[in-house]
T-cell receptor
Framework: GDSVTQMEGPVTLSEEAFLTINCTYT??????LFWYVQYPGEGLQLLLK?????DKGSNKGFEATYRKETTSFHLEKGSVQVSDSAVYFC??????????FGTGTQLKVEL | DSGVTQTPKHLITATGQRVTLRCSPR?????VYWYQQSLDQGLQFLIQ???????AKGNILERFSAQQFPDLHSELNLSSLELGDSALYFC?????????????FGPGTRLTVL
């Protein structure tokens, strides 16, 4: 069935390091793809999204490109900050008119 | 602040009991979504209401029910509670019925079943 798989965490990086969090999906049709972020003690917030193949979503220095040929939507940031420490969720609109989330990847950024 | 409010923030109850979680969506949003977040299941979609009507259903147990009222606030009712129902319950809202539009999440209600 439809699903989304993202890399397990925690991912621990030093400040200013390059970040990649992998996300792949299996879905029929042309789903919309999302990255949501959850800061400690808060609800989720939309970070970026892409609605069709080759679209690039970007926000706050984060980017992800909808790659239909590899069914991927990897999250990248060139230089992470301590304030980026959070849990990142890849998600897609699957069947049944709902948003399906991956298991989440915890990012810890240290000085 | 997303504009979505949830009450209460914390709830501690016993097995077999019934609780009601409340959500007020952002002003103007017609859709309300309920999610359950637990360590073993991750973030699971439970149910969506749009303008008072059930729109989509996910992994919601029969012991759970929800409704959306004319003023668009929503309540999630959990009954015959079990230890495994302990989780963080999030409400989210969006402007219309389509899941590919941004959903705005509330801060959650943490339910502990003892």
């Amino acid at each position: 069935g439809d699903s989304v798989t993202q890399m397990e965490g925690p991912v621990t990086l030093s400040e200013e390091a390059f970040l990649t969090i992998n996300c792949t999906y299996t879905a029929t049709g042309y789903p919309s793809l999302f990255w949501y972020v959850q800061y400690p003690g808060e609800g989720l917030q939309l970070l970026l999204k892409a609605t069709k193949a080759d679209d690039k979503g970007s926000n706050k220095g984060f980017e992800a490109t909808y790659r239909k040929e590899t069914t991927s939507f990897h999250l990248e940031k060139g230089s992470v900050q301590v304030s980026d420490s959070a849990v990142y969720f890849c998600a897609y609109t699957g069947g049944g008119n709902k948003l399906t989330f991956g298991t989440g990847t915890q990012l810890k950024v240290e000085l | 602040d997303s504009g979505v409010t949830q009450t209460p923030k914390h709830l501690i109850t016993a097995t077999g009991q019934r609780v009601t979680l409340r959500c007020s969506p952002r002003s103007g949003d017609l859709s309300v979504y309920w999610y359950q977040q637990s360590l073993d299941q991750g973030l699971q979609f439970l149910i969506q209401y749009y303008n008072g009507e059930e729109r989509a259903k996910g992994n919601i147990l029969e012991r759970f029910s929800a409704q959306q009222f004319p003023d668009l606030h929503s309540e999630l009712n959990l009954s015959s509670l079990e230890l495994g129902d302990s989780a963080l319950y999030f409400c989210a809202s969006s402007a219309d019925a389509e899941p590919y539009n941004e959903q705005f999440f509330g801060p959650g209600t943490r339910l502990t079943v003892l």
